[in-house]
């Protein structure tokens, strides 16, 4: 829910950026639908293998979906409002992006429900020496609009214009299940990730590992909620040191499961970002990642749940080739349980990975083909 540092007025999430000025005809309103924000990759945004951070990777995804949404909803006239995250699918990091070429962020709304907005965001890596380009992540994501007067009052979404009815049917049966899956999460959700003295190496909880933050102003919308983008690049974090914990090695980020936000985080709460090792195959991790914030200035409210994610990652030799993970050893039935659920989730997206590829027939299986060139991303 935040905009580009360097394009605030390029791409200001507002449809009326003049004071005075009228709201925008439906005509203009359809520019709306669609939106390209470039950016150059700077030090600041490397990892410590010198390539871009996933977490800033997943911020810029979020970015950009932030706008065009809010953009969006705010196309007709009406009550103002800010659009608000509430949930990531699955994103997959195809290519690594290195320091010094340009992230070309594109966002296009390709369904709308009546309280909800689906954005699908893909970017490309250039390489303004030479101009090649090559894609790095594909993701799709969800907003709710949020009325400015009320942040807790959610607003309806203008309805978005289909080329063909075949995409409104598909848009909504997809709506359905993300619906259904974040009902499911977050009842699923209600553990709490304790630290263990002297564990053994190799088991959950020796790299387990949280992070504690106080939610400040630079965090924040406008209106006093955390940006989504913001969120996800402190769990990428998280996930890495448990990741880099376990195995002892470069590791980069291969996937992010779908991340679910269950509710907004408001300026002044205390966030404790959790991560623990779930699954590992070969080559690759699974670690979950949990949020949970306290609002320590209202008594009123307790410490809840706020998201939720599982990320992937592989481990790789200083050349870039992926490593034997060392295999995590579950110790008690909770730990066994998650254990066999992640390893349903690596088996069913590697079938259909595989499925995917048999019809090119020259890419081999999973992780191999997504890390051979160089390190990626933390």
Same mark, same amino acid.
């Given at each position: 829910?935040?905009?580009?540092? !360097? +394009?605030?007025?390029?791409?200001?999430?507002?449809?009326?950026?003049?004071?005075?000025?009228?709201?925008?005809?439906? !005509?203009?309103?359809?520019?709306?639908?669609?939106?390209?924000?470039?950016?150059?990759? #700077?030090?600041?945004?490397?990892?410590?293998?010198?390539?871009? @951070?996933?977490?800033?990777? /997943?911020?810029?995804?979020?970015? %950009?979906?932030?706008?065009?949404?809010?953009?969006?909803?705010?196309?007709?006239?009406?009550?103002?409002?800010?659009? %608000?995250?509430?949930?990531?699918?699955?994103?997959?990091?195809?290519?690594?992006?290195?320091?010094?070429?340009?992230? @070309?962020?594109?966002?296009?709304?390709?369904?709308?429900?009546?309280?909800?907005?689906?954005?699908?965001?893909?970017?490309?890596?250039?390489?303004?020496?030479?101009? =090649?380009?090559?894609?790095?992540?594909?993701?799709? !994501?969800?907003?709710?609009?949020?009325?400015?007067?009320?942040?807790?009052?959610?607003?309806?979404?203008?309805?978005?214009?289909?080329?063909?009815?075949?995409?409104?049917?598909?848009?909504?049966?997809?709506?359905?299940?993300?619906?259904?899956?974040? &009902?499911?999460?977050?009842?699923?959700?209600?553990?709490? =990730?304790?630290?263990? &003295?002297?564990?053994?190496?190799?088991?959950?909880?020796?790299?387990?590992?949280?992070?504690? @933050?106080?939610?400040?102003?630079?965090?924040?919308?406008?209106?006093?909620?955390?940006?989504?983008?913001?969120?996800?690049?402190?769990?990428?974090?998280?996930?890495?040191?448990? %990741?880099?914990? @376990?195995?002892?090695?470069?590791?980069?980020?291969?996937?992010?499961?779908?991340?679910?936000?269950?509710?907004?985080?408001?300026?002044?709460?205390?966030?404790?970002?959790?991560?623990?090792?779930?699954?590992?195959?070969?080559?690759?991790?699974?670690?979950?990642?949990?949020?949970? %914030?306290?609002?320590?200035?209202?008594?009123?409210?307790?410490?809840?749940?706020?998201?939720?994610?599982?990320?992937?990652?592989?481990?790789?030799?200083?050349?870039?080739?992926? +490593?034997?993970?060392?295999? /995590?050893?579950?110790?008690?039935?909770?730990?066994?349980?998650?254990?066999?659920?992640?390893?349903?989730?690596? /088996?069913?997206?590697?079938?259909?990975?595989?499925?995917?590829?048999?019809? #090119?027939?020259?890419?081999?299986?999973?992780?191999?083909?997504?890390?051979? !060139?160089?390190?990626?991303?933390?």
């Amino acid at each position: 829910m935040e905009a580009f540092p !360097l +394009l605030l007025c390029a791409f200001s999430p507002w449809p009326c950026s003049i004071a005075g000025a009228e709201p925008v005809s439906s !005509l203009e309103a359809s520019s709306f639908s669609s939106l390209l924000c470039p950016r150059i990759m #700077r030090p600041d945004d490397a990892n410590v293998a010198g390539n871009v @951070h996933g977490g800033t990777v /997943l911020k810029m995804i979020e970015e %950009a979906g932030a706008i065009i949404s809010t953009r969006h909803c705010n196309s007709q006239n009406g009550e103002r409002c800010v659009a %608000a995250l509430a949930r990531v699918e699955r994103t997959d990091f195809l290519s690594p992006m290195c320091i010094g070429e340009v992230a @070309h962020v594109s966002g296009e709304i390709t369904y709308t429900s009546k309280h909800s907005v689906e954005v699908q965001v893909n970017v490309m890596s250039e390489n303004i020496l030479t101009g =090649i380009k090559k894609l790095t992540n594909k993701a799709t !994501l969800w907003y709710v609009p949020l009325s400015l007067k009320n942040v807790d009052k959610v607003l309806e979404v203008p309805p978005v214009v289909y080329s063909r009815q075949e995409q409104e049917e598909e848009g909504r049966k997809r709506y359905e299940a993300q619906k259904l899956e974040r &009902m499911e999460t977050k009842w699923r959700n209600g553990d709490i =990730i304790q630290p263990v &003295m002297n564990p053994e190496p190799n088991t959950v909880s020796y790299s387990q590992s949280s992070l504690i @933050h106080l939610v400040g102003p630079s965090d924040c919308t406008l209106h006093g909620f955390v940006h989504g983008g913001v969120t996800m690049k402190l769990m990428d974090e998280v996930a890495g040191i448990v %990741a880099a914990r @376990h195995c002892k090695t470069n590791i980069v980020t291969a996937s992010v499961d779908a991340i679910n936000f269950h509710d907004k985080i408001r300026k002044g709460c205390v966030i404790t970002i959790s991560g623990r090792m779930t699954f590992t195959s070969n080559k690759s991790m699974e670690i979950e990642v949990l949020v949970d %914030a306290d609002p320590v200035v209202d008594n009123s409210q307790k410490r809840y749940r706020a998201a939720s994610a599982f990320f992937t990652y592989v481990s790789l030799s200083q050349e870039g080739k992926p +490593l034997p993970v060392p295999q /995590l050893v579950p110790e008690t039935e909770d730990e066994k349980k998650r254990f066999e659920e992640g390893k349903g989730r690596y /088996l069913q997206m590697k079938a259909k990975r595989q499925g995917q590829a048999e019809p #090119r027939g020259k890419l081999p299986p999973w992780p191999e083909t997504q890390f051979t !060139l160089r390190p990626g991303v933390v």
